[in-house]
């Protein structure tokens, strides 16, 4: 997991997502090894839940 940490142009969003179009936070991407957007969800993820774990796990093992 990656942080796009704010830059400096006065606001809370990272350069990575103003580059994808973002204007609220949170949203989360999923992006595969070949740069693909494989999911997108607004508001809030457990990532740390089993889930999340096992979604992410497939992703890695294709």
Same mark, same amino acid.
């Given at each position: ?5 704010? *830059?400096?142009? *006065?606001? &809370?969003?990272?350069?990575? %997502?103003?580059? @994808? *179009?973002?204007? %609220?936070?949170?949203?989360? #991407? ?9 999911? @997108? #969800?607004? &508001?809030?993820?457990?990532? !740390? *839940?089993?889930? %999340?774990? !096992? ?8």
């Amino acid at each position: 997991m990656l942080l796009d940490k704010p *830059g400096d142009s *006065g606001g &809370n969003l990272g350069q990575v %997502a103003q580059k @994808y *179009g973002i204007t %609220a936070v949170p949203e989360s #991407f999923v992006i595969d090894r070949s740069g693909k957007i494989r999911h @997108y #969800f607004i &508001n809030k993820r457990n990532w !740390t *839940g089993d889930v %999340a774990k !096992t979604c992410m796990q497939d992703l890695i093992d294709e």
